[in-house]
T-cell receptor, first 113, second 111 residues
Framework: NAGVMQNPRHLVRRRGQEARLRCSPM?????VYWYRQLPEEGLKFMVY????????ESGMPKERFSAEFPKEGPSILRIQQVVRGDSAAYFC???????????FGPGTRLTVL | ELKVEQNPLFLSMQEGKNYTIYCNYS?????LYWYRQDPGKSLESLFV?????AVKQEGRLMASLDTKARLSTLHITAAVHDLSATYFC???????????FGAGTILRVKS
C-alpha cells in the first residue's frame, strides 16, 4: 500500500515563474491537506481539500497561491509569480475521512532563485 | 487563535541521560500528535494522544497528555545517538480540519 506521494521532490524556479506541486493521496483517502515549512520553523497549515471541494483555505496567502483536488488525478498546489520568500518545503497529508489521522508525504522542496 | 508552544527549542543531551520536552497549547483540543523529523525528510508519526491522562510508550520515548493543563510531554529515557532529530507536537483543533504545529525541538544526543 503506497503512501502519500509528492512530486517533484525538489523544484527550482526563478523569480516570476510558476510552481506546480502535486500530491497523490494514499489509496482510499479523499481528504488532502497542504502545509508549508519555512527553514528552521514548524509546519503551517495552508489548505484542506476534499475531492473537488476546498473545505478550509484559511492558511493560504491571499494572492498567487491556489489549490485544487479534481475528481480524477492528484491534488495540485500552484504558486504563481514565485518570490524568494516562497522557498520552503511543502508537505501534503491525506486521510480517509476528516476524523482520521493525517499521513504525510515526503514533501517538495521549492527553491526560488 | 490556537497557539502551540514547545520548549526547549534546542536540547543537547549526553547519551544515557533522561529529559522531557514540553508542549503547551492554548485552547481545548480533540487530539495531540508527536512527530519526528530527520533533516530533509518528512514527518514520522510517533504518538497520537486522544484523551486526558493518555500515556503511550515506544522504546525510549513516552508521551503523555493532560487536557486540563493543556500540556503534553515527551519523555526521553537513556538517550541514544539515533534519537537525534527534530520533534514536533501538533494539535488537532477542529477535529480533523487542520493541525497546528509547535516550532519543534531540535534534539542532539552526544556520545
Amino acid at each position: 500500500n503506497a503512501g502519500v506521494m509528492q512530486n517533484p521532490r525538489h523544484l527550482v524556479r526563478r523569480r516570476g515563474q510558476e510552481a506546480r506541486l502535486r500530491c497523490s493521496p494514499m489509496k482510499g483517502h479523499s481528504h488532502v491537506y497542504w502545509y508549508r515549512q519555512l527553514p528552521e520553523e514548524g509546519l503551517k497549515f495552508m489548505v484542506y481539500l476534499q475531492k473537488e471541494n476546498i473545505i478550509d483555505e484559511s492558511g493560504m496567502p491571499k494572492e498567487r497561491f491556489s489549490a485544487e483536488f479534481p475528481k480524477e488525478g492528484p491534488s495540485i498546489l500552484r504558486i504563481q509569480q514565485v518570490v524568494r520568500g516562497d522557498s520552503a518545503a511543502y508537505f501534503c497529508a491525506s486521510s480517509p475521512t476528516r476524523y482520521n489521522e493525517q499521513f504525510f508525504g515526503p514533501g517538495t522542496r521549492l527553491t526560488v532563485l | 487563535e490556537l497557539k502551540v508552544e514547545q520548549n526547549p527549542l534546542f536540547l543537547s543531551m549526553q547519551e544515557g541521560k533522561n529529559y522531557t520536552i514540553y508542549c503547551n497549547y492554548s485552547t481545548t483540543s480533540d487530539r495531540l500528535y508527536w512527530y519526528r523529523q530527520d533533516p530533509g525528510k518528512s514527518l514520522e508519526s510517533l504518538f497520537v494522544l486522544l484523551s486526558n491522562g493518555a500515556v503511550k510508550q515506544e522504546g525510549r520515548l513516552m508521551a503523555s497528555l493532560d487536557t486540563k493543563a493543556r500540556l503534553s510531554t515527551l519523555h526521553i529515557t537513556a538517550a541514544v545517538h539515533d534519537l537525534s532529530a527534530t520533534y514536533f507536537c501538533a494539535v488537532d483543533m477542529e477535529y480533523g480540519n487542520k493541525l497546528v504545529f509547535g516550532a519543534g525541538t531540535i534534539l542532539r544526543v552526544k556520545s
